[in-house]
């Protein structure tokens, strides 16, 4: 850690009554209070919730990881198909992951939805026998929450405090970039993550009976007017109290890291063919990021090696194939936050080997029209695309992003 300034010991908690006043005062005006935006967050018929009233858990829990790594408007579809195809935990608990992958295939990241499975069916042994429909039945305390897969504090602390009202903070990207500004904090927030979370407690600890709204305007803050770039301060309630504002140039925070090179791999791709017009494609094993989805085969080219020989060698490798390497078909570049990848794609023709999972959970011949029931990830659409019109054949309805 570096040298601590002044502004790390500048005290929130003795502008806490203030903040939270004049947060609250500008949310109850401008805040995302619309149940087609969030219907998560109403009661069902139709109010946002008085502090007494519960909302149901699970619409506010499957809300809350959606939208732990994806903005508000792009989660919103994507909910309510979930909840329309899981509308209960017994149901969730009881699907199959390919149904599970498939509904949240286009939000990447989707350990999330492995995750949400494997809580679900560990929730589901522990609700009292009240039944889900009945919040008081599902857990309460933070702590319980914690032990679930995929649930973090600053998950639980949304899930609990929209659900019950429940005084806990919250610690997403847009709260940390709120608080990184109003401080002026002079390092990147995540090398103290403990100060923030003191201080958003701290807000909520001054209006504790309104945590779920103060939750709820501390996220709309971040989202429409304390924005990544160009934040709209004089619009803000907190413009008296924000040190980055006084500091003339409040888009210099949150301060960040330094940028760190981003490794570049080229990955050899076969779309294979067999004589019946079936494609190879194989499902990964279950860790990663991107772990459980399906996919062409291939793998990293290495150094000096024609891309056509990689393709080959791989196929070799991983599934005890022999292919001969046709024609390219399209060229992906796809970049994650830790690497970027190209994707070199060919087409291949099956010669012989009875195709083998050596490093995936399974492989599986499929019609070129049936890969639409299968959940690929983001880079894999524009494959797919290329490869019905080179068939001649319709696209896909597809809808994978992210
Ligand atoms: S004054 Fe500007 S920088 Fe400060 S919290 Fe408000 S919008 Fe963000």
């Not at 990881?65 to 909840?83: R, S």
């Not at 499975?117 to 560990?122: S, V």
């Not at 026998?129 to 933070?142: N, Y």
């Not at 791989?314 to 990848?341: F, G, N, P």
């Amino acid at each position: 850690m570096g040298q601590r300034s002044s502004a790390e010991h500048r005290d929130l908690s003795a502008l806490a009554p203030e903040l939270s006043q004049s947060l609250l005062a500008w949310w109850e005006l401008h805040g995302r209070k619309d149940p087609a935006l969030k219907p998560w967050m109403f009661t069902k018929d139709g109010r946002w919730p008085e502090p007494h009233e519960h909302l149901n858990v699970l619409e506010c829990w499957i809300a809350e990881v959606m939208l732990q790594q994806t903005q508000l408007q792009v989660v919103l579809p994507y909910w309510t198909a979930w909840m329309e195809a899981f509308p209960r935990l017994e149901v969730l608990a009881g699907a199959d992951e390919q149904a599970v992958l498939l509904r949240w295939q286009g939000l990447g990241y989707y350990s999330r939805a492995r995750r949400l499975l494997a809580a679900a069916r560990q929730l589901l042994t522990e609700l009292r026998p009240v039944g889900e429909a009945d919040p008081q039945s599902w857990p309460q305390e933070l702590d319980r929450w914690l032990l679930l897969p995929g649930i973090g504090r600053s998950t639980a602390g949304g899930i609990l405090s929209s659900a019950f009202n429940s005084p806990l903070a919250i610690l997403d990207g847009n709260v940390r970039r709120v608080l990184a500004r109003v401080m002026a904090y002079p390092h990147p927030p995540m090398w103290h993550q403990g100060l923030f979370w003191s201080w958003s407690q701290s807000l909520i600890a001054a209006a504790p009976e309104r945590a779920r709204d103060l939750n709820q305007a501390f996220m709309d803050l971040g989202a429409t007017l304390c924005t990544p770039r160009n934040p709209a301060c004089a619009s803000c309630p907190w413009q008296s109290a924000c040190a980055a504002y006084a500091s003339g140039s409040p888009d210099r925070y949150p301060v960040k890291e330094a940028p760190r090179d981003v490794p570049f791999q080229v990955i050899g791709v076969g779309v294979v063919l067999n004589q019946a017009g079936q494609v190879l494609i194989d499902q990964r094993l279950n860790e990663g990021l991107l772990g459980g989805m399906w996919e062409f085969p291939g793998g990293k080219q290495e150094p000096g090696e024609l891309i056509e020989a990689t393709i080959a060698r791989e196929l070799r490798e991983e599934l005890a194939i022999e292919v001969t390497v046709d024609q390219a078909l399209i060229c992906v570049d796809h970049a994650y936050s830790h690497k970027k990848l190209r994707f070199e794609v060919y087409l291949c023709t099956w010669c012989s080997g009875e195709p083998q999972p050596l490093a995936s959970q399974q492989v599986r011949w499929v019609q070129p029209q049936e890969l639409g029931a299968y959940p690929f990830p983001a880079a894999n659409a524009r494959i797919i695309a290329a490869l019905m019109t080179h068939l001649g054949l319709p696209a896909l309805d597809q809808s994978v992003s992210g």
